[in-house]
């Protein structure tokens, strides 16, 4: 179901046993808070999405109620399903202040869109670059957080970035905005 992923990802042990006939759930609970690609993304804990969409809902209140989170990637930018119809993905930036509408379902999101445009998704040149230059991959409850955020005129480099617990910066980005 979901092998373009995990191959993009170099994780095809991590296996898959369908557990759902939603795509969305069955993604969930098959690898409910595992990490791909060394912290570059990591699917929401199951037993954590409901505070994951509150943190989305307090930053992006024009979201629908039905989001679903999905994950979040190493810059600590929320993936969300638009609801139980599965027709849009989007991209929730805190740090930017800013959502990115992917007009794709799950499962073409998880298995085109990621392995296709990883750049443009997770900024990956831009990951590399941070661990080249001695950054440490985040755990699964940290991310890596601008010291000032682009909103305020932050720069969008490696000097304005730093380890976060992902909470907090989630948090502060909301009330900053």
């Not at 849009?88 to 930036?93: E, N, P």
Request: net charge negative; hydrophobic share 40%.
């Amino acid at each position: 179901m979901f092998n373009s992923f995990l191959e993009f990802f170099g994780s095809e042990n991590k296996g898959y046993v369908k557990r759902s006939e939603d795509i969305y759930l069955d993604f969930i609970m098959n690898y409910s808070k595992e990490s791909f690609g060394s912290g570059l993304f990591r699917v929401v804990d199951s037993n954590n999405l409901e505070s994951f969409k509150g943190l989305v809902q307090s930053c992006f209140s024009e979201l629908s109620d039905d989001i679903r989170v999905i994950g979040f990637d190493w810059l600590g930018r929320i993936f969300v399903s638009s609801d139980t119809s599965d027709s849009k993905i989007y991209m929730c930036d805190a740090g930017s202040h800013e959502i990115l509408e992917i007009p794709l379902g799950i499962k073409e999101f998880l298995n085109n869109e990621i392995p296709e445009y990883p750049d443009e998704l997770f900024a990956l040149d831009f990951y590399k670059e941070y661990i080249s230059q001695g950054g440490i991959s985040p755990s699964y409850d940290q991310c890596i957080g601008y010291k000032v955020p682009l909103f305020l005129g932050g720069l969008d480099d490696l000097s304005n970035i730093e380890q976060i617990d992902f909470d907090v910066f989630w948090t502060l980005m909301t009330q900053l905005w």
